[in-house]
């Protein structure tokens, strides 16, 4: 019967289109608005998930997903009406009036199935008001135990597909530059379900401006390793490290959408301009010749311009010019010191670093509109865009430390992403994982 | 590890052919993991490194030593976002010159730093700045080219880490390290 069910589901689960938006009326509808209050309970065991650490820890990390998301208010397992582990979850609806009372819009509950190091997870998540099963949103995962965050990640960014209408951001990676450790900056690696970055690389050679090969396998920086500043990439799976240029001196590589060309900062003579490079660390093209600093070259999502910062008018301003060539048109239109500029992935916006009187913080902008900042405390560098376009996170030392925040792009919400000794900057947002 | 020295000789074949490419390290065998997200252990500079100047920021960093402030020859101070040479930095830069025509057989880099105030790479651009407008004062003062090296270490290597403006100061600088004399 179990078996019939989860094979049901899994169709259901395959085959619907993500029709179901919840129409949901009002201005603030959006990231802080927490319009929805949700009910997340660990998942059942079914068998072999000792003491429900399993079901408990997917919980944990859909319910601080959701929680990042700023669309939910989670509500407290305290109060909870029903244990996961008293009811058979197949065959059991959860109890809609309790719930309804509780002031929950949705339950999400589920099992967990462990077979040697395969697990079976199934989840789905129920309409309280409208007292059914969402059948968009459940799905039945099976795979190592170690997928078991990425079960999770993926049934957030679900839920958030489900409920808004946009596919949420959070089976995603982070790559950061970190002094953890103690030394210099190495190269780490963040994900969602996680409060302390991994650290990928032990070089000694200073590692900065990490970013991510479009293919999500591969991660570029630069590094001191051969004196200069040079272009280096690492194979995640494997950890080869290849460099990719090795003469000269590279501050920056960004590898363009298609992953067939590389935007670099490289400087000479102690100038620093943009060029256009290919996959294997060759020279097509210099893109800016000015005598006063250019850095940070920012593909357009659609690979036929950029963003870039230059100091040209004596302080440094963001600036979009054709991967064609061509002028380059200021963009940033206020503050004296505007640095750091990424393209939202959706095409439509600008964010970038802006000194004010009370220090750096993050400005979003659609490219002709109007500057918006989203960020008050402390000092916020390196945005980067979620895959989604609608979050992005920086270093910022807000709660002291620096460490990896992420704010919705409106800035209604900020939350903290990692803990503990700090240091941690240059973040890089992945696209999705799948 | 098997086959560390082949790499290592493969890095430096590759180092003298512009097309870079066939230098590959690869980390340790999952055998060894150290958790790192793909459970296949941290990469180290094993094979990699070309190596930094002994004395420089970056080596001494590598040794667990501070940056050196001053030493043979004096630090150049610099105003925020600003790489022009004024008052207190000429006047540092006439001491050096003249240990530099008193010792006509040394060579020094020149490192530029800046403090944390910015963004990281636009910092690594600033310190290039500032290290390559020392090096063409020297120059035009009449060392040679060829005895000095710049390099930039923009925000990385600070020698105080407090949010003063005293701090800052200090860290806005170029800084000599003699390679030989």
Same mark, same amino acid.
């Given at each position: 019967?179990?078996?019939?069910?989860?094979?049901?589901?899994?169709?259901?689960?395959?085959?619907?289109? %993500?029709?179901?938006?919840?129409?949901?009326?009002?201005?603030?509808?959006?990231?802080?608005?927490?319009?929805?209050?949700?009910?997340?309970? %660990?998942?059942?065991?079914?068998?072999?998930?000792?003491?429900?650490?399993?079901?408990?820890?997917?919980?944990?990390?859909?319910?601080?997903?959701?929680?990042?998301? /700023?669309?939910?208010?989670?509500?407290?397992?305290?109060?909870?009406?029903?244990?996961?582990?008293?009811?058979?979850?197949?065959?059991?609806?959860?109890?809609?009036?309790?719930?309804? $009372?509780?002031?929950?819009?949705?339950?999400?509950?589920?099992?967990?199935?462990?077979?040697?190091? !395969?697990?079976?997870?199934?989840?789905?998540?129920?309409?309280?008001?409208?007292?059914?099963?969402?059948?968009?949103?459940?799905?039945?995962?099976?795979?190592?135990?170690?997928?078991?965050?990425?079960?999770?990640?993926?049934?957030?960014?679900?839920?958030?597909?489900?409920?808004? /209408?946009?596919?949420? %951001?959070?089976?995603?990676?982070?790559?950061?530059?970190?002094?953890?450790?103690?030394?210099?900056?190495?190269?780490?690696?963040?994900?969602?379900? !996680?409060?302390?970055?991994?650290? =990928?690389?032990?070089?000694?050679?200073?590692?900065?401006?990490?970013?991510?090969?479009?293919?999500?396998?591969?991660?570029?920086?630069?590094?001191?390793?051969?004196?200069?500043?040079?272009?280096?990439?690492?194979?995640?799976?494997?950890?080869?490290?290849?460099?990719?240029?090795?003469?000269?001196?590279?501050?920056?590589?960004?590898?363009?959408?298609?992953?067939? !060309?590389?935007?670099?900062?490289?400087?000479?003579?102690?100038?620093?301009?943009?060029?256009?490079?290919?996959?294997?660390?060759?020279?097509?093209?210099?893109?800016?010749?000015?005598?006063?600093?250019?850095?940070?070259?920012?593909?357009?999502?659609?690979?036929?311009?950029? $963003?870039?910062?230059?100091?040209?008018?004596? $302080?440094?301003?963001?600036? =979009?010019?054709?991967?064609?060539? /061509?002028?380059?048109?200021?963009?940033?239109?206020?503050?004296?010191?505007?640095?750091?500029?990424?393209?939202? %992935?959706?095409?439509?916006?600008?964010?970038?670093?802006?000194?004010?009187?009370?220090?750096?913080?993050?400005?979003? !902008?659609?490219?002709?509109?109007?500057?918006?900042?989203?960020?008050?405390?402390?000092?916020?560098?390196?945005?980067?865009?979620?895959?989604?376009?609608?979050?992005?996170?920086?270093?910022?030392?807000?709660?002291?430390?620096?460490?990896?925040?992420?704010?919705?792009?409106?800035?209604?919400?900020?939350?903290?992403?990692?803990?503990? $000794?700090?240091?941690?900057?240059?973040?890089?947002?992945?696209?999705?994982?799948? | 590890?098997?086959?560390?020295? *082949?790499?290592?000789?493969?890095?430096?074949?590759?180092?003298?052919?512009?097309?870079?490419?066939?230098?590959?390290?690869?980390?340790? #065998?999952?055998?060894?993991?150290?958790?790192?997200?793909?459970?296949?252990?941290?990469?180290?500079?094993?094979?990699? +490194?070309?190596?930094?100047?002994?004395?420089?920021?970056?080596?001494?960093?590598?040794?667990?030593?501070?940056?050196?402030?001053?030493?043979?020859?004096?630090?150049?101070?610099? +105003?925020?976002?600003?790489?022009?040479?004024?008052?207190? +930095?000429?006047?540092?830069?006439?001491?050096?010159?003249?240990?530099?025509?008193?010792?006509?057989?040394?060579?020094?880099?020149?490192?530029?730093? *800046?403090?944390?105030?910015?963004?990281?790479?636009?910092?690594? +651009?600033?310190?290039?700045?500032?290290?390559?407008?020392?090096?063409?004062?020297?120059?035009?003062?009449?060392?040679?080219? #060829?005895?000095? #090296?710049?390099?930039?270490?923009?925000?990385?290597?600070?020698? *105080?880490?407090?949010?003063?403006?005293? *701090?800052?100061?200090?860290?806005?600088?170029?800084?000599?390290?003699?390679?030989?004399?």
């Amino acid at each position: 019967m179990i078996h019939l069910l989860s094979i049901l589901m899994l169709v259901v689960g395959l085959t619907s289109p %993500p029709s179901v938006c919840a129409v949901v009326t009002g201005s603030i509808f959006g990231p802080g608005s927490e319009a929805f209050p949700i009910a997340v309970l %660990p998942l059942e065991n079914l068998g072999g998930d000792q003491g429900g650490r399993l079901g408990s820890e997917f919980a944990r990390i859909l319910s601080r997903d959701l929680r990042l998301s /700023g669309y939910f208010r989670l509500l407290d397992p305290v109060t909870f009406v029903e244990r996961s582990e008293s009811h058979g979850f197949a065959a059991a609806e959860p109890d809609f009036v309790a719930w309804a $009372a509780l002031g929950a819009s949705e339950v999400v509950k589920g099992t967990v199935l462990v077979a040697g190091d !395969q697990i079976t997870v199934e989840v789905r998540m129920y309409d309280v008001a409208g007292r059914r099963d969402v059948p968009e949103v459940g799905r039945r995962f099976t795979g190592p135990r170690t997928d078991l965050a990425r079960m999770a990640h993926r049934t957030a960014d679900r839920i958030l597909q489900v409920l808004t /209408g946009e596919r949420g %951001p959070f089976d995603s990676r982070i790559a950061l530059t970190s002094t953890r450790g103690g030394g210099l900056k190495e190269l780490f690696t963040y994900t969602f379900d !996680q409060e302390v970055p991994v650290a =990928v690389t032990s070089l000694r050679g200073i590692v900065v401006g990490p970013r991510w090969h479009p293919d999500r396998r591969s991660i570029l920086f630069a590094s001191y390793q051969q004196h200069q500043p040079r272009l280096f990439q690492i194979e995640l799976a494997s950890r080869d490290v290849r460099p990719l240029t090795s003469q000269g001196v590279f501050l920056s590589g960004a590898w363009s959408p298609d992953g067939l !060309q590389l935007l670099v900062t490289r400087e000479v003579g102690g100038n620093t301009d943009i060029y256009l490079y290919d996959a294997g660390g060759r020279e097509l093209r210099r893109l800016t010749d000015h005598w006063a600093i250019d850095v940070s070259p920012a593909w357009a999502p659609d690979g036929r311009r950029f $963003a870039f910062c230059s100091a040209r008018t004596g $302080a440094p301003q963001i600036y =979009v010019m054709d991967i064609a060539g /061509g002028e380059a048109r200021r963009v940033s239109r206020t503050g004296n010191y505007n640095t750091s500029p990424v393209w939202s %992935p959706k095409g439509d916006m600008l964010a970038w670093v802006t000194r004010g009187s009370g220090g750096f913080q993050v400005v979003v !902008q659609p490219i002709d509109g109007e500057a918006r900042t989203i960020t008050r405390h402390g000092s916020n560098e390196d945005p980067s865009w979620s895959p989604d376009g609608r979050y992005l996170v920086f270093s910022s030392t807000q709660s002291g430390r620096r460490l990896l925040w992420m704010a919705d792009r409106e800035g209604r919400t900020q939350h903290q992403l990692t803990s503990g $000794a700090g240091g941690d900057s240059s973040p890089a947002w992945s696209a999705w994982l799948e | 590890m098997r086959g560390s020295r *082949c790499w290592a000789t493969l890095c430096i074949l590759t180092l003298l052919v512009p097309l870079a490419g066939a230098c590959k390290k690869r980390g340790p #065998s999952p055998e060894d993991a150290v958790g790192g997200p793909d459970g296949t252990g941290l990469v180290d500079e094993e094979g990699l +490194a070309g190596g930094s100047p002994p004395g420089s920021s970056l080596a001494r960093a590598q040794q667990g030593l501070p940056p050196e402030e001053g030493g043979v020859l004096r630090d150049i101070p610099f +105003a925020y976002d600003s790489y022009e040479l004024e008052g207190e +930095a000429l006047a540092a830069l006439a001491r050096n010159l003249e240990w530099l025509r008193a010792n006509p057989r040394a060579k020094v880099e020149i490192e530029g730093h *800046c403090d944390s105030r910015g963004t990281i790479e636009y910092n690594l +651009a600033l310190g290039a700045k500032r290290a390559r407008s020392v090096k063409d004062y020297l120059v035009e003062q009449g060392i040679e080219a #060829s005895r000095l #090296s710049t390099i930039s270490y923009g925000e990385e290597l600070p020698v *105080c880490s407090e949010e003063t403006e005293s *701090c800052w100061a200090r860290n806005r600088r170029a800084h000599f390290v003699v390679l030989g004399r």
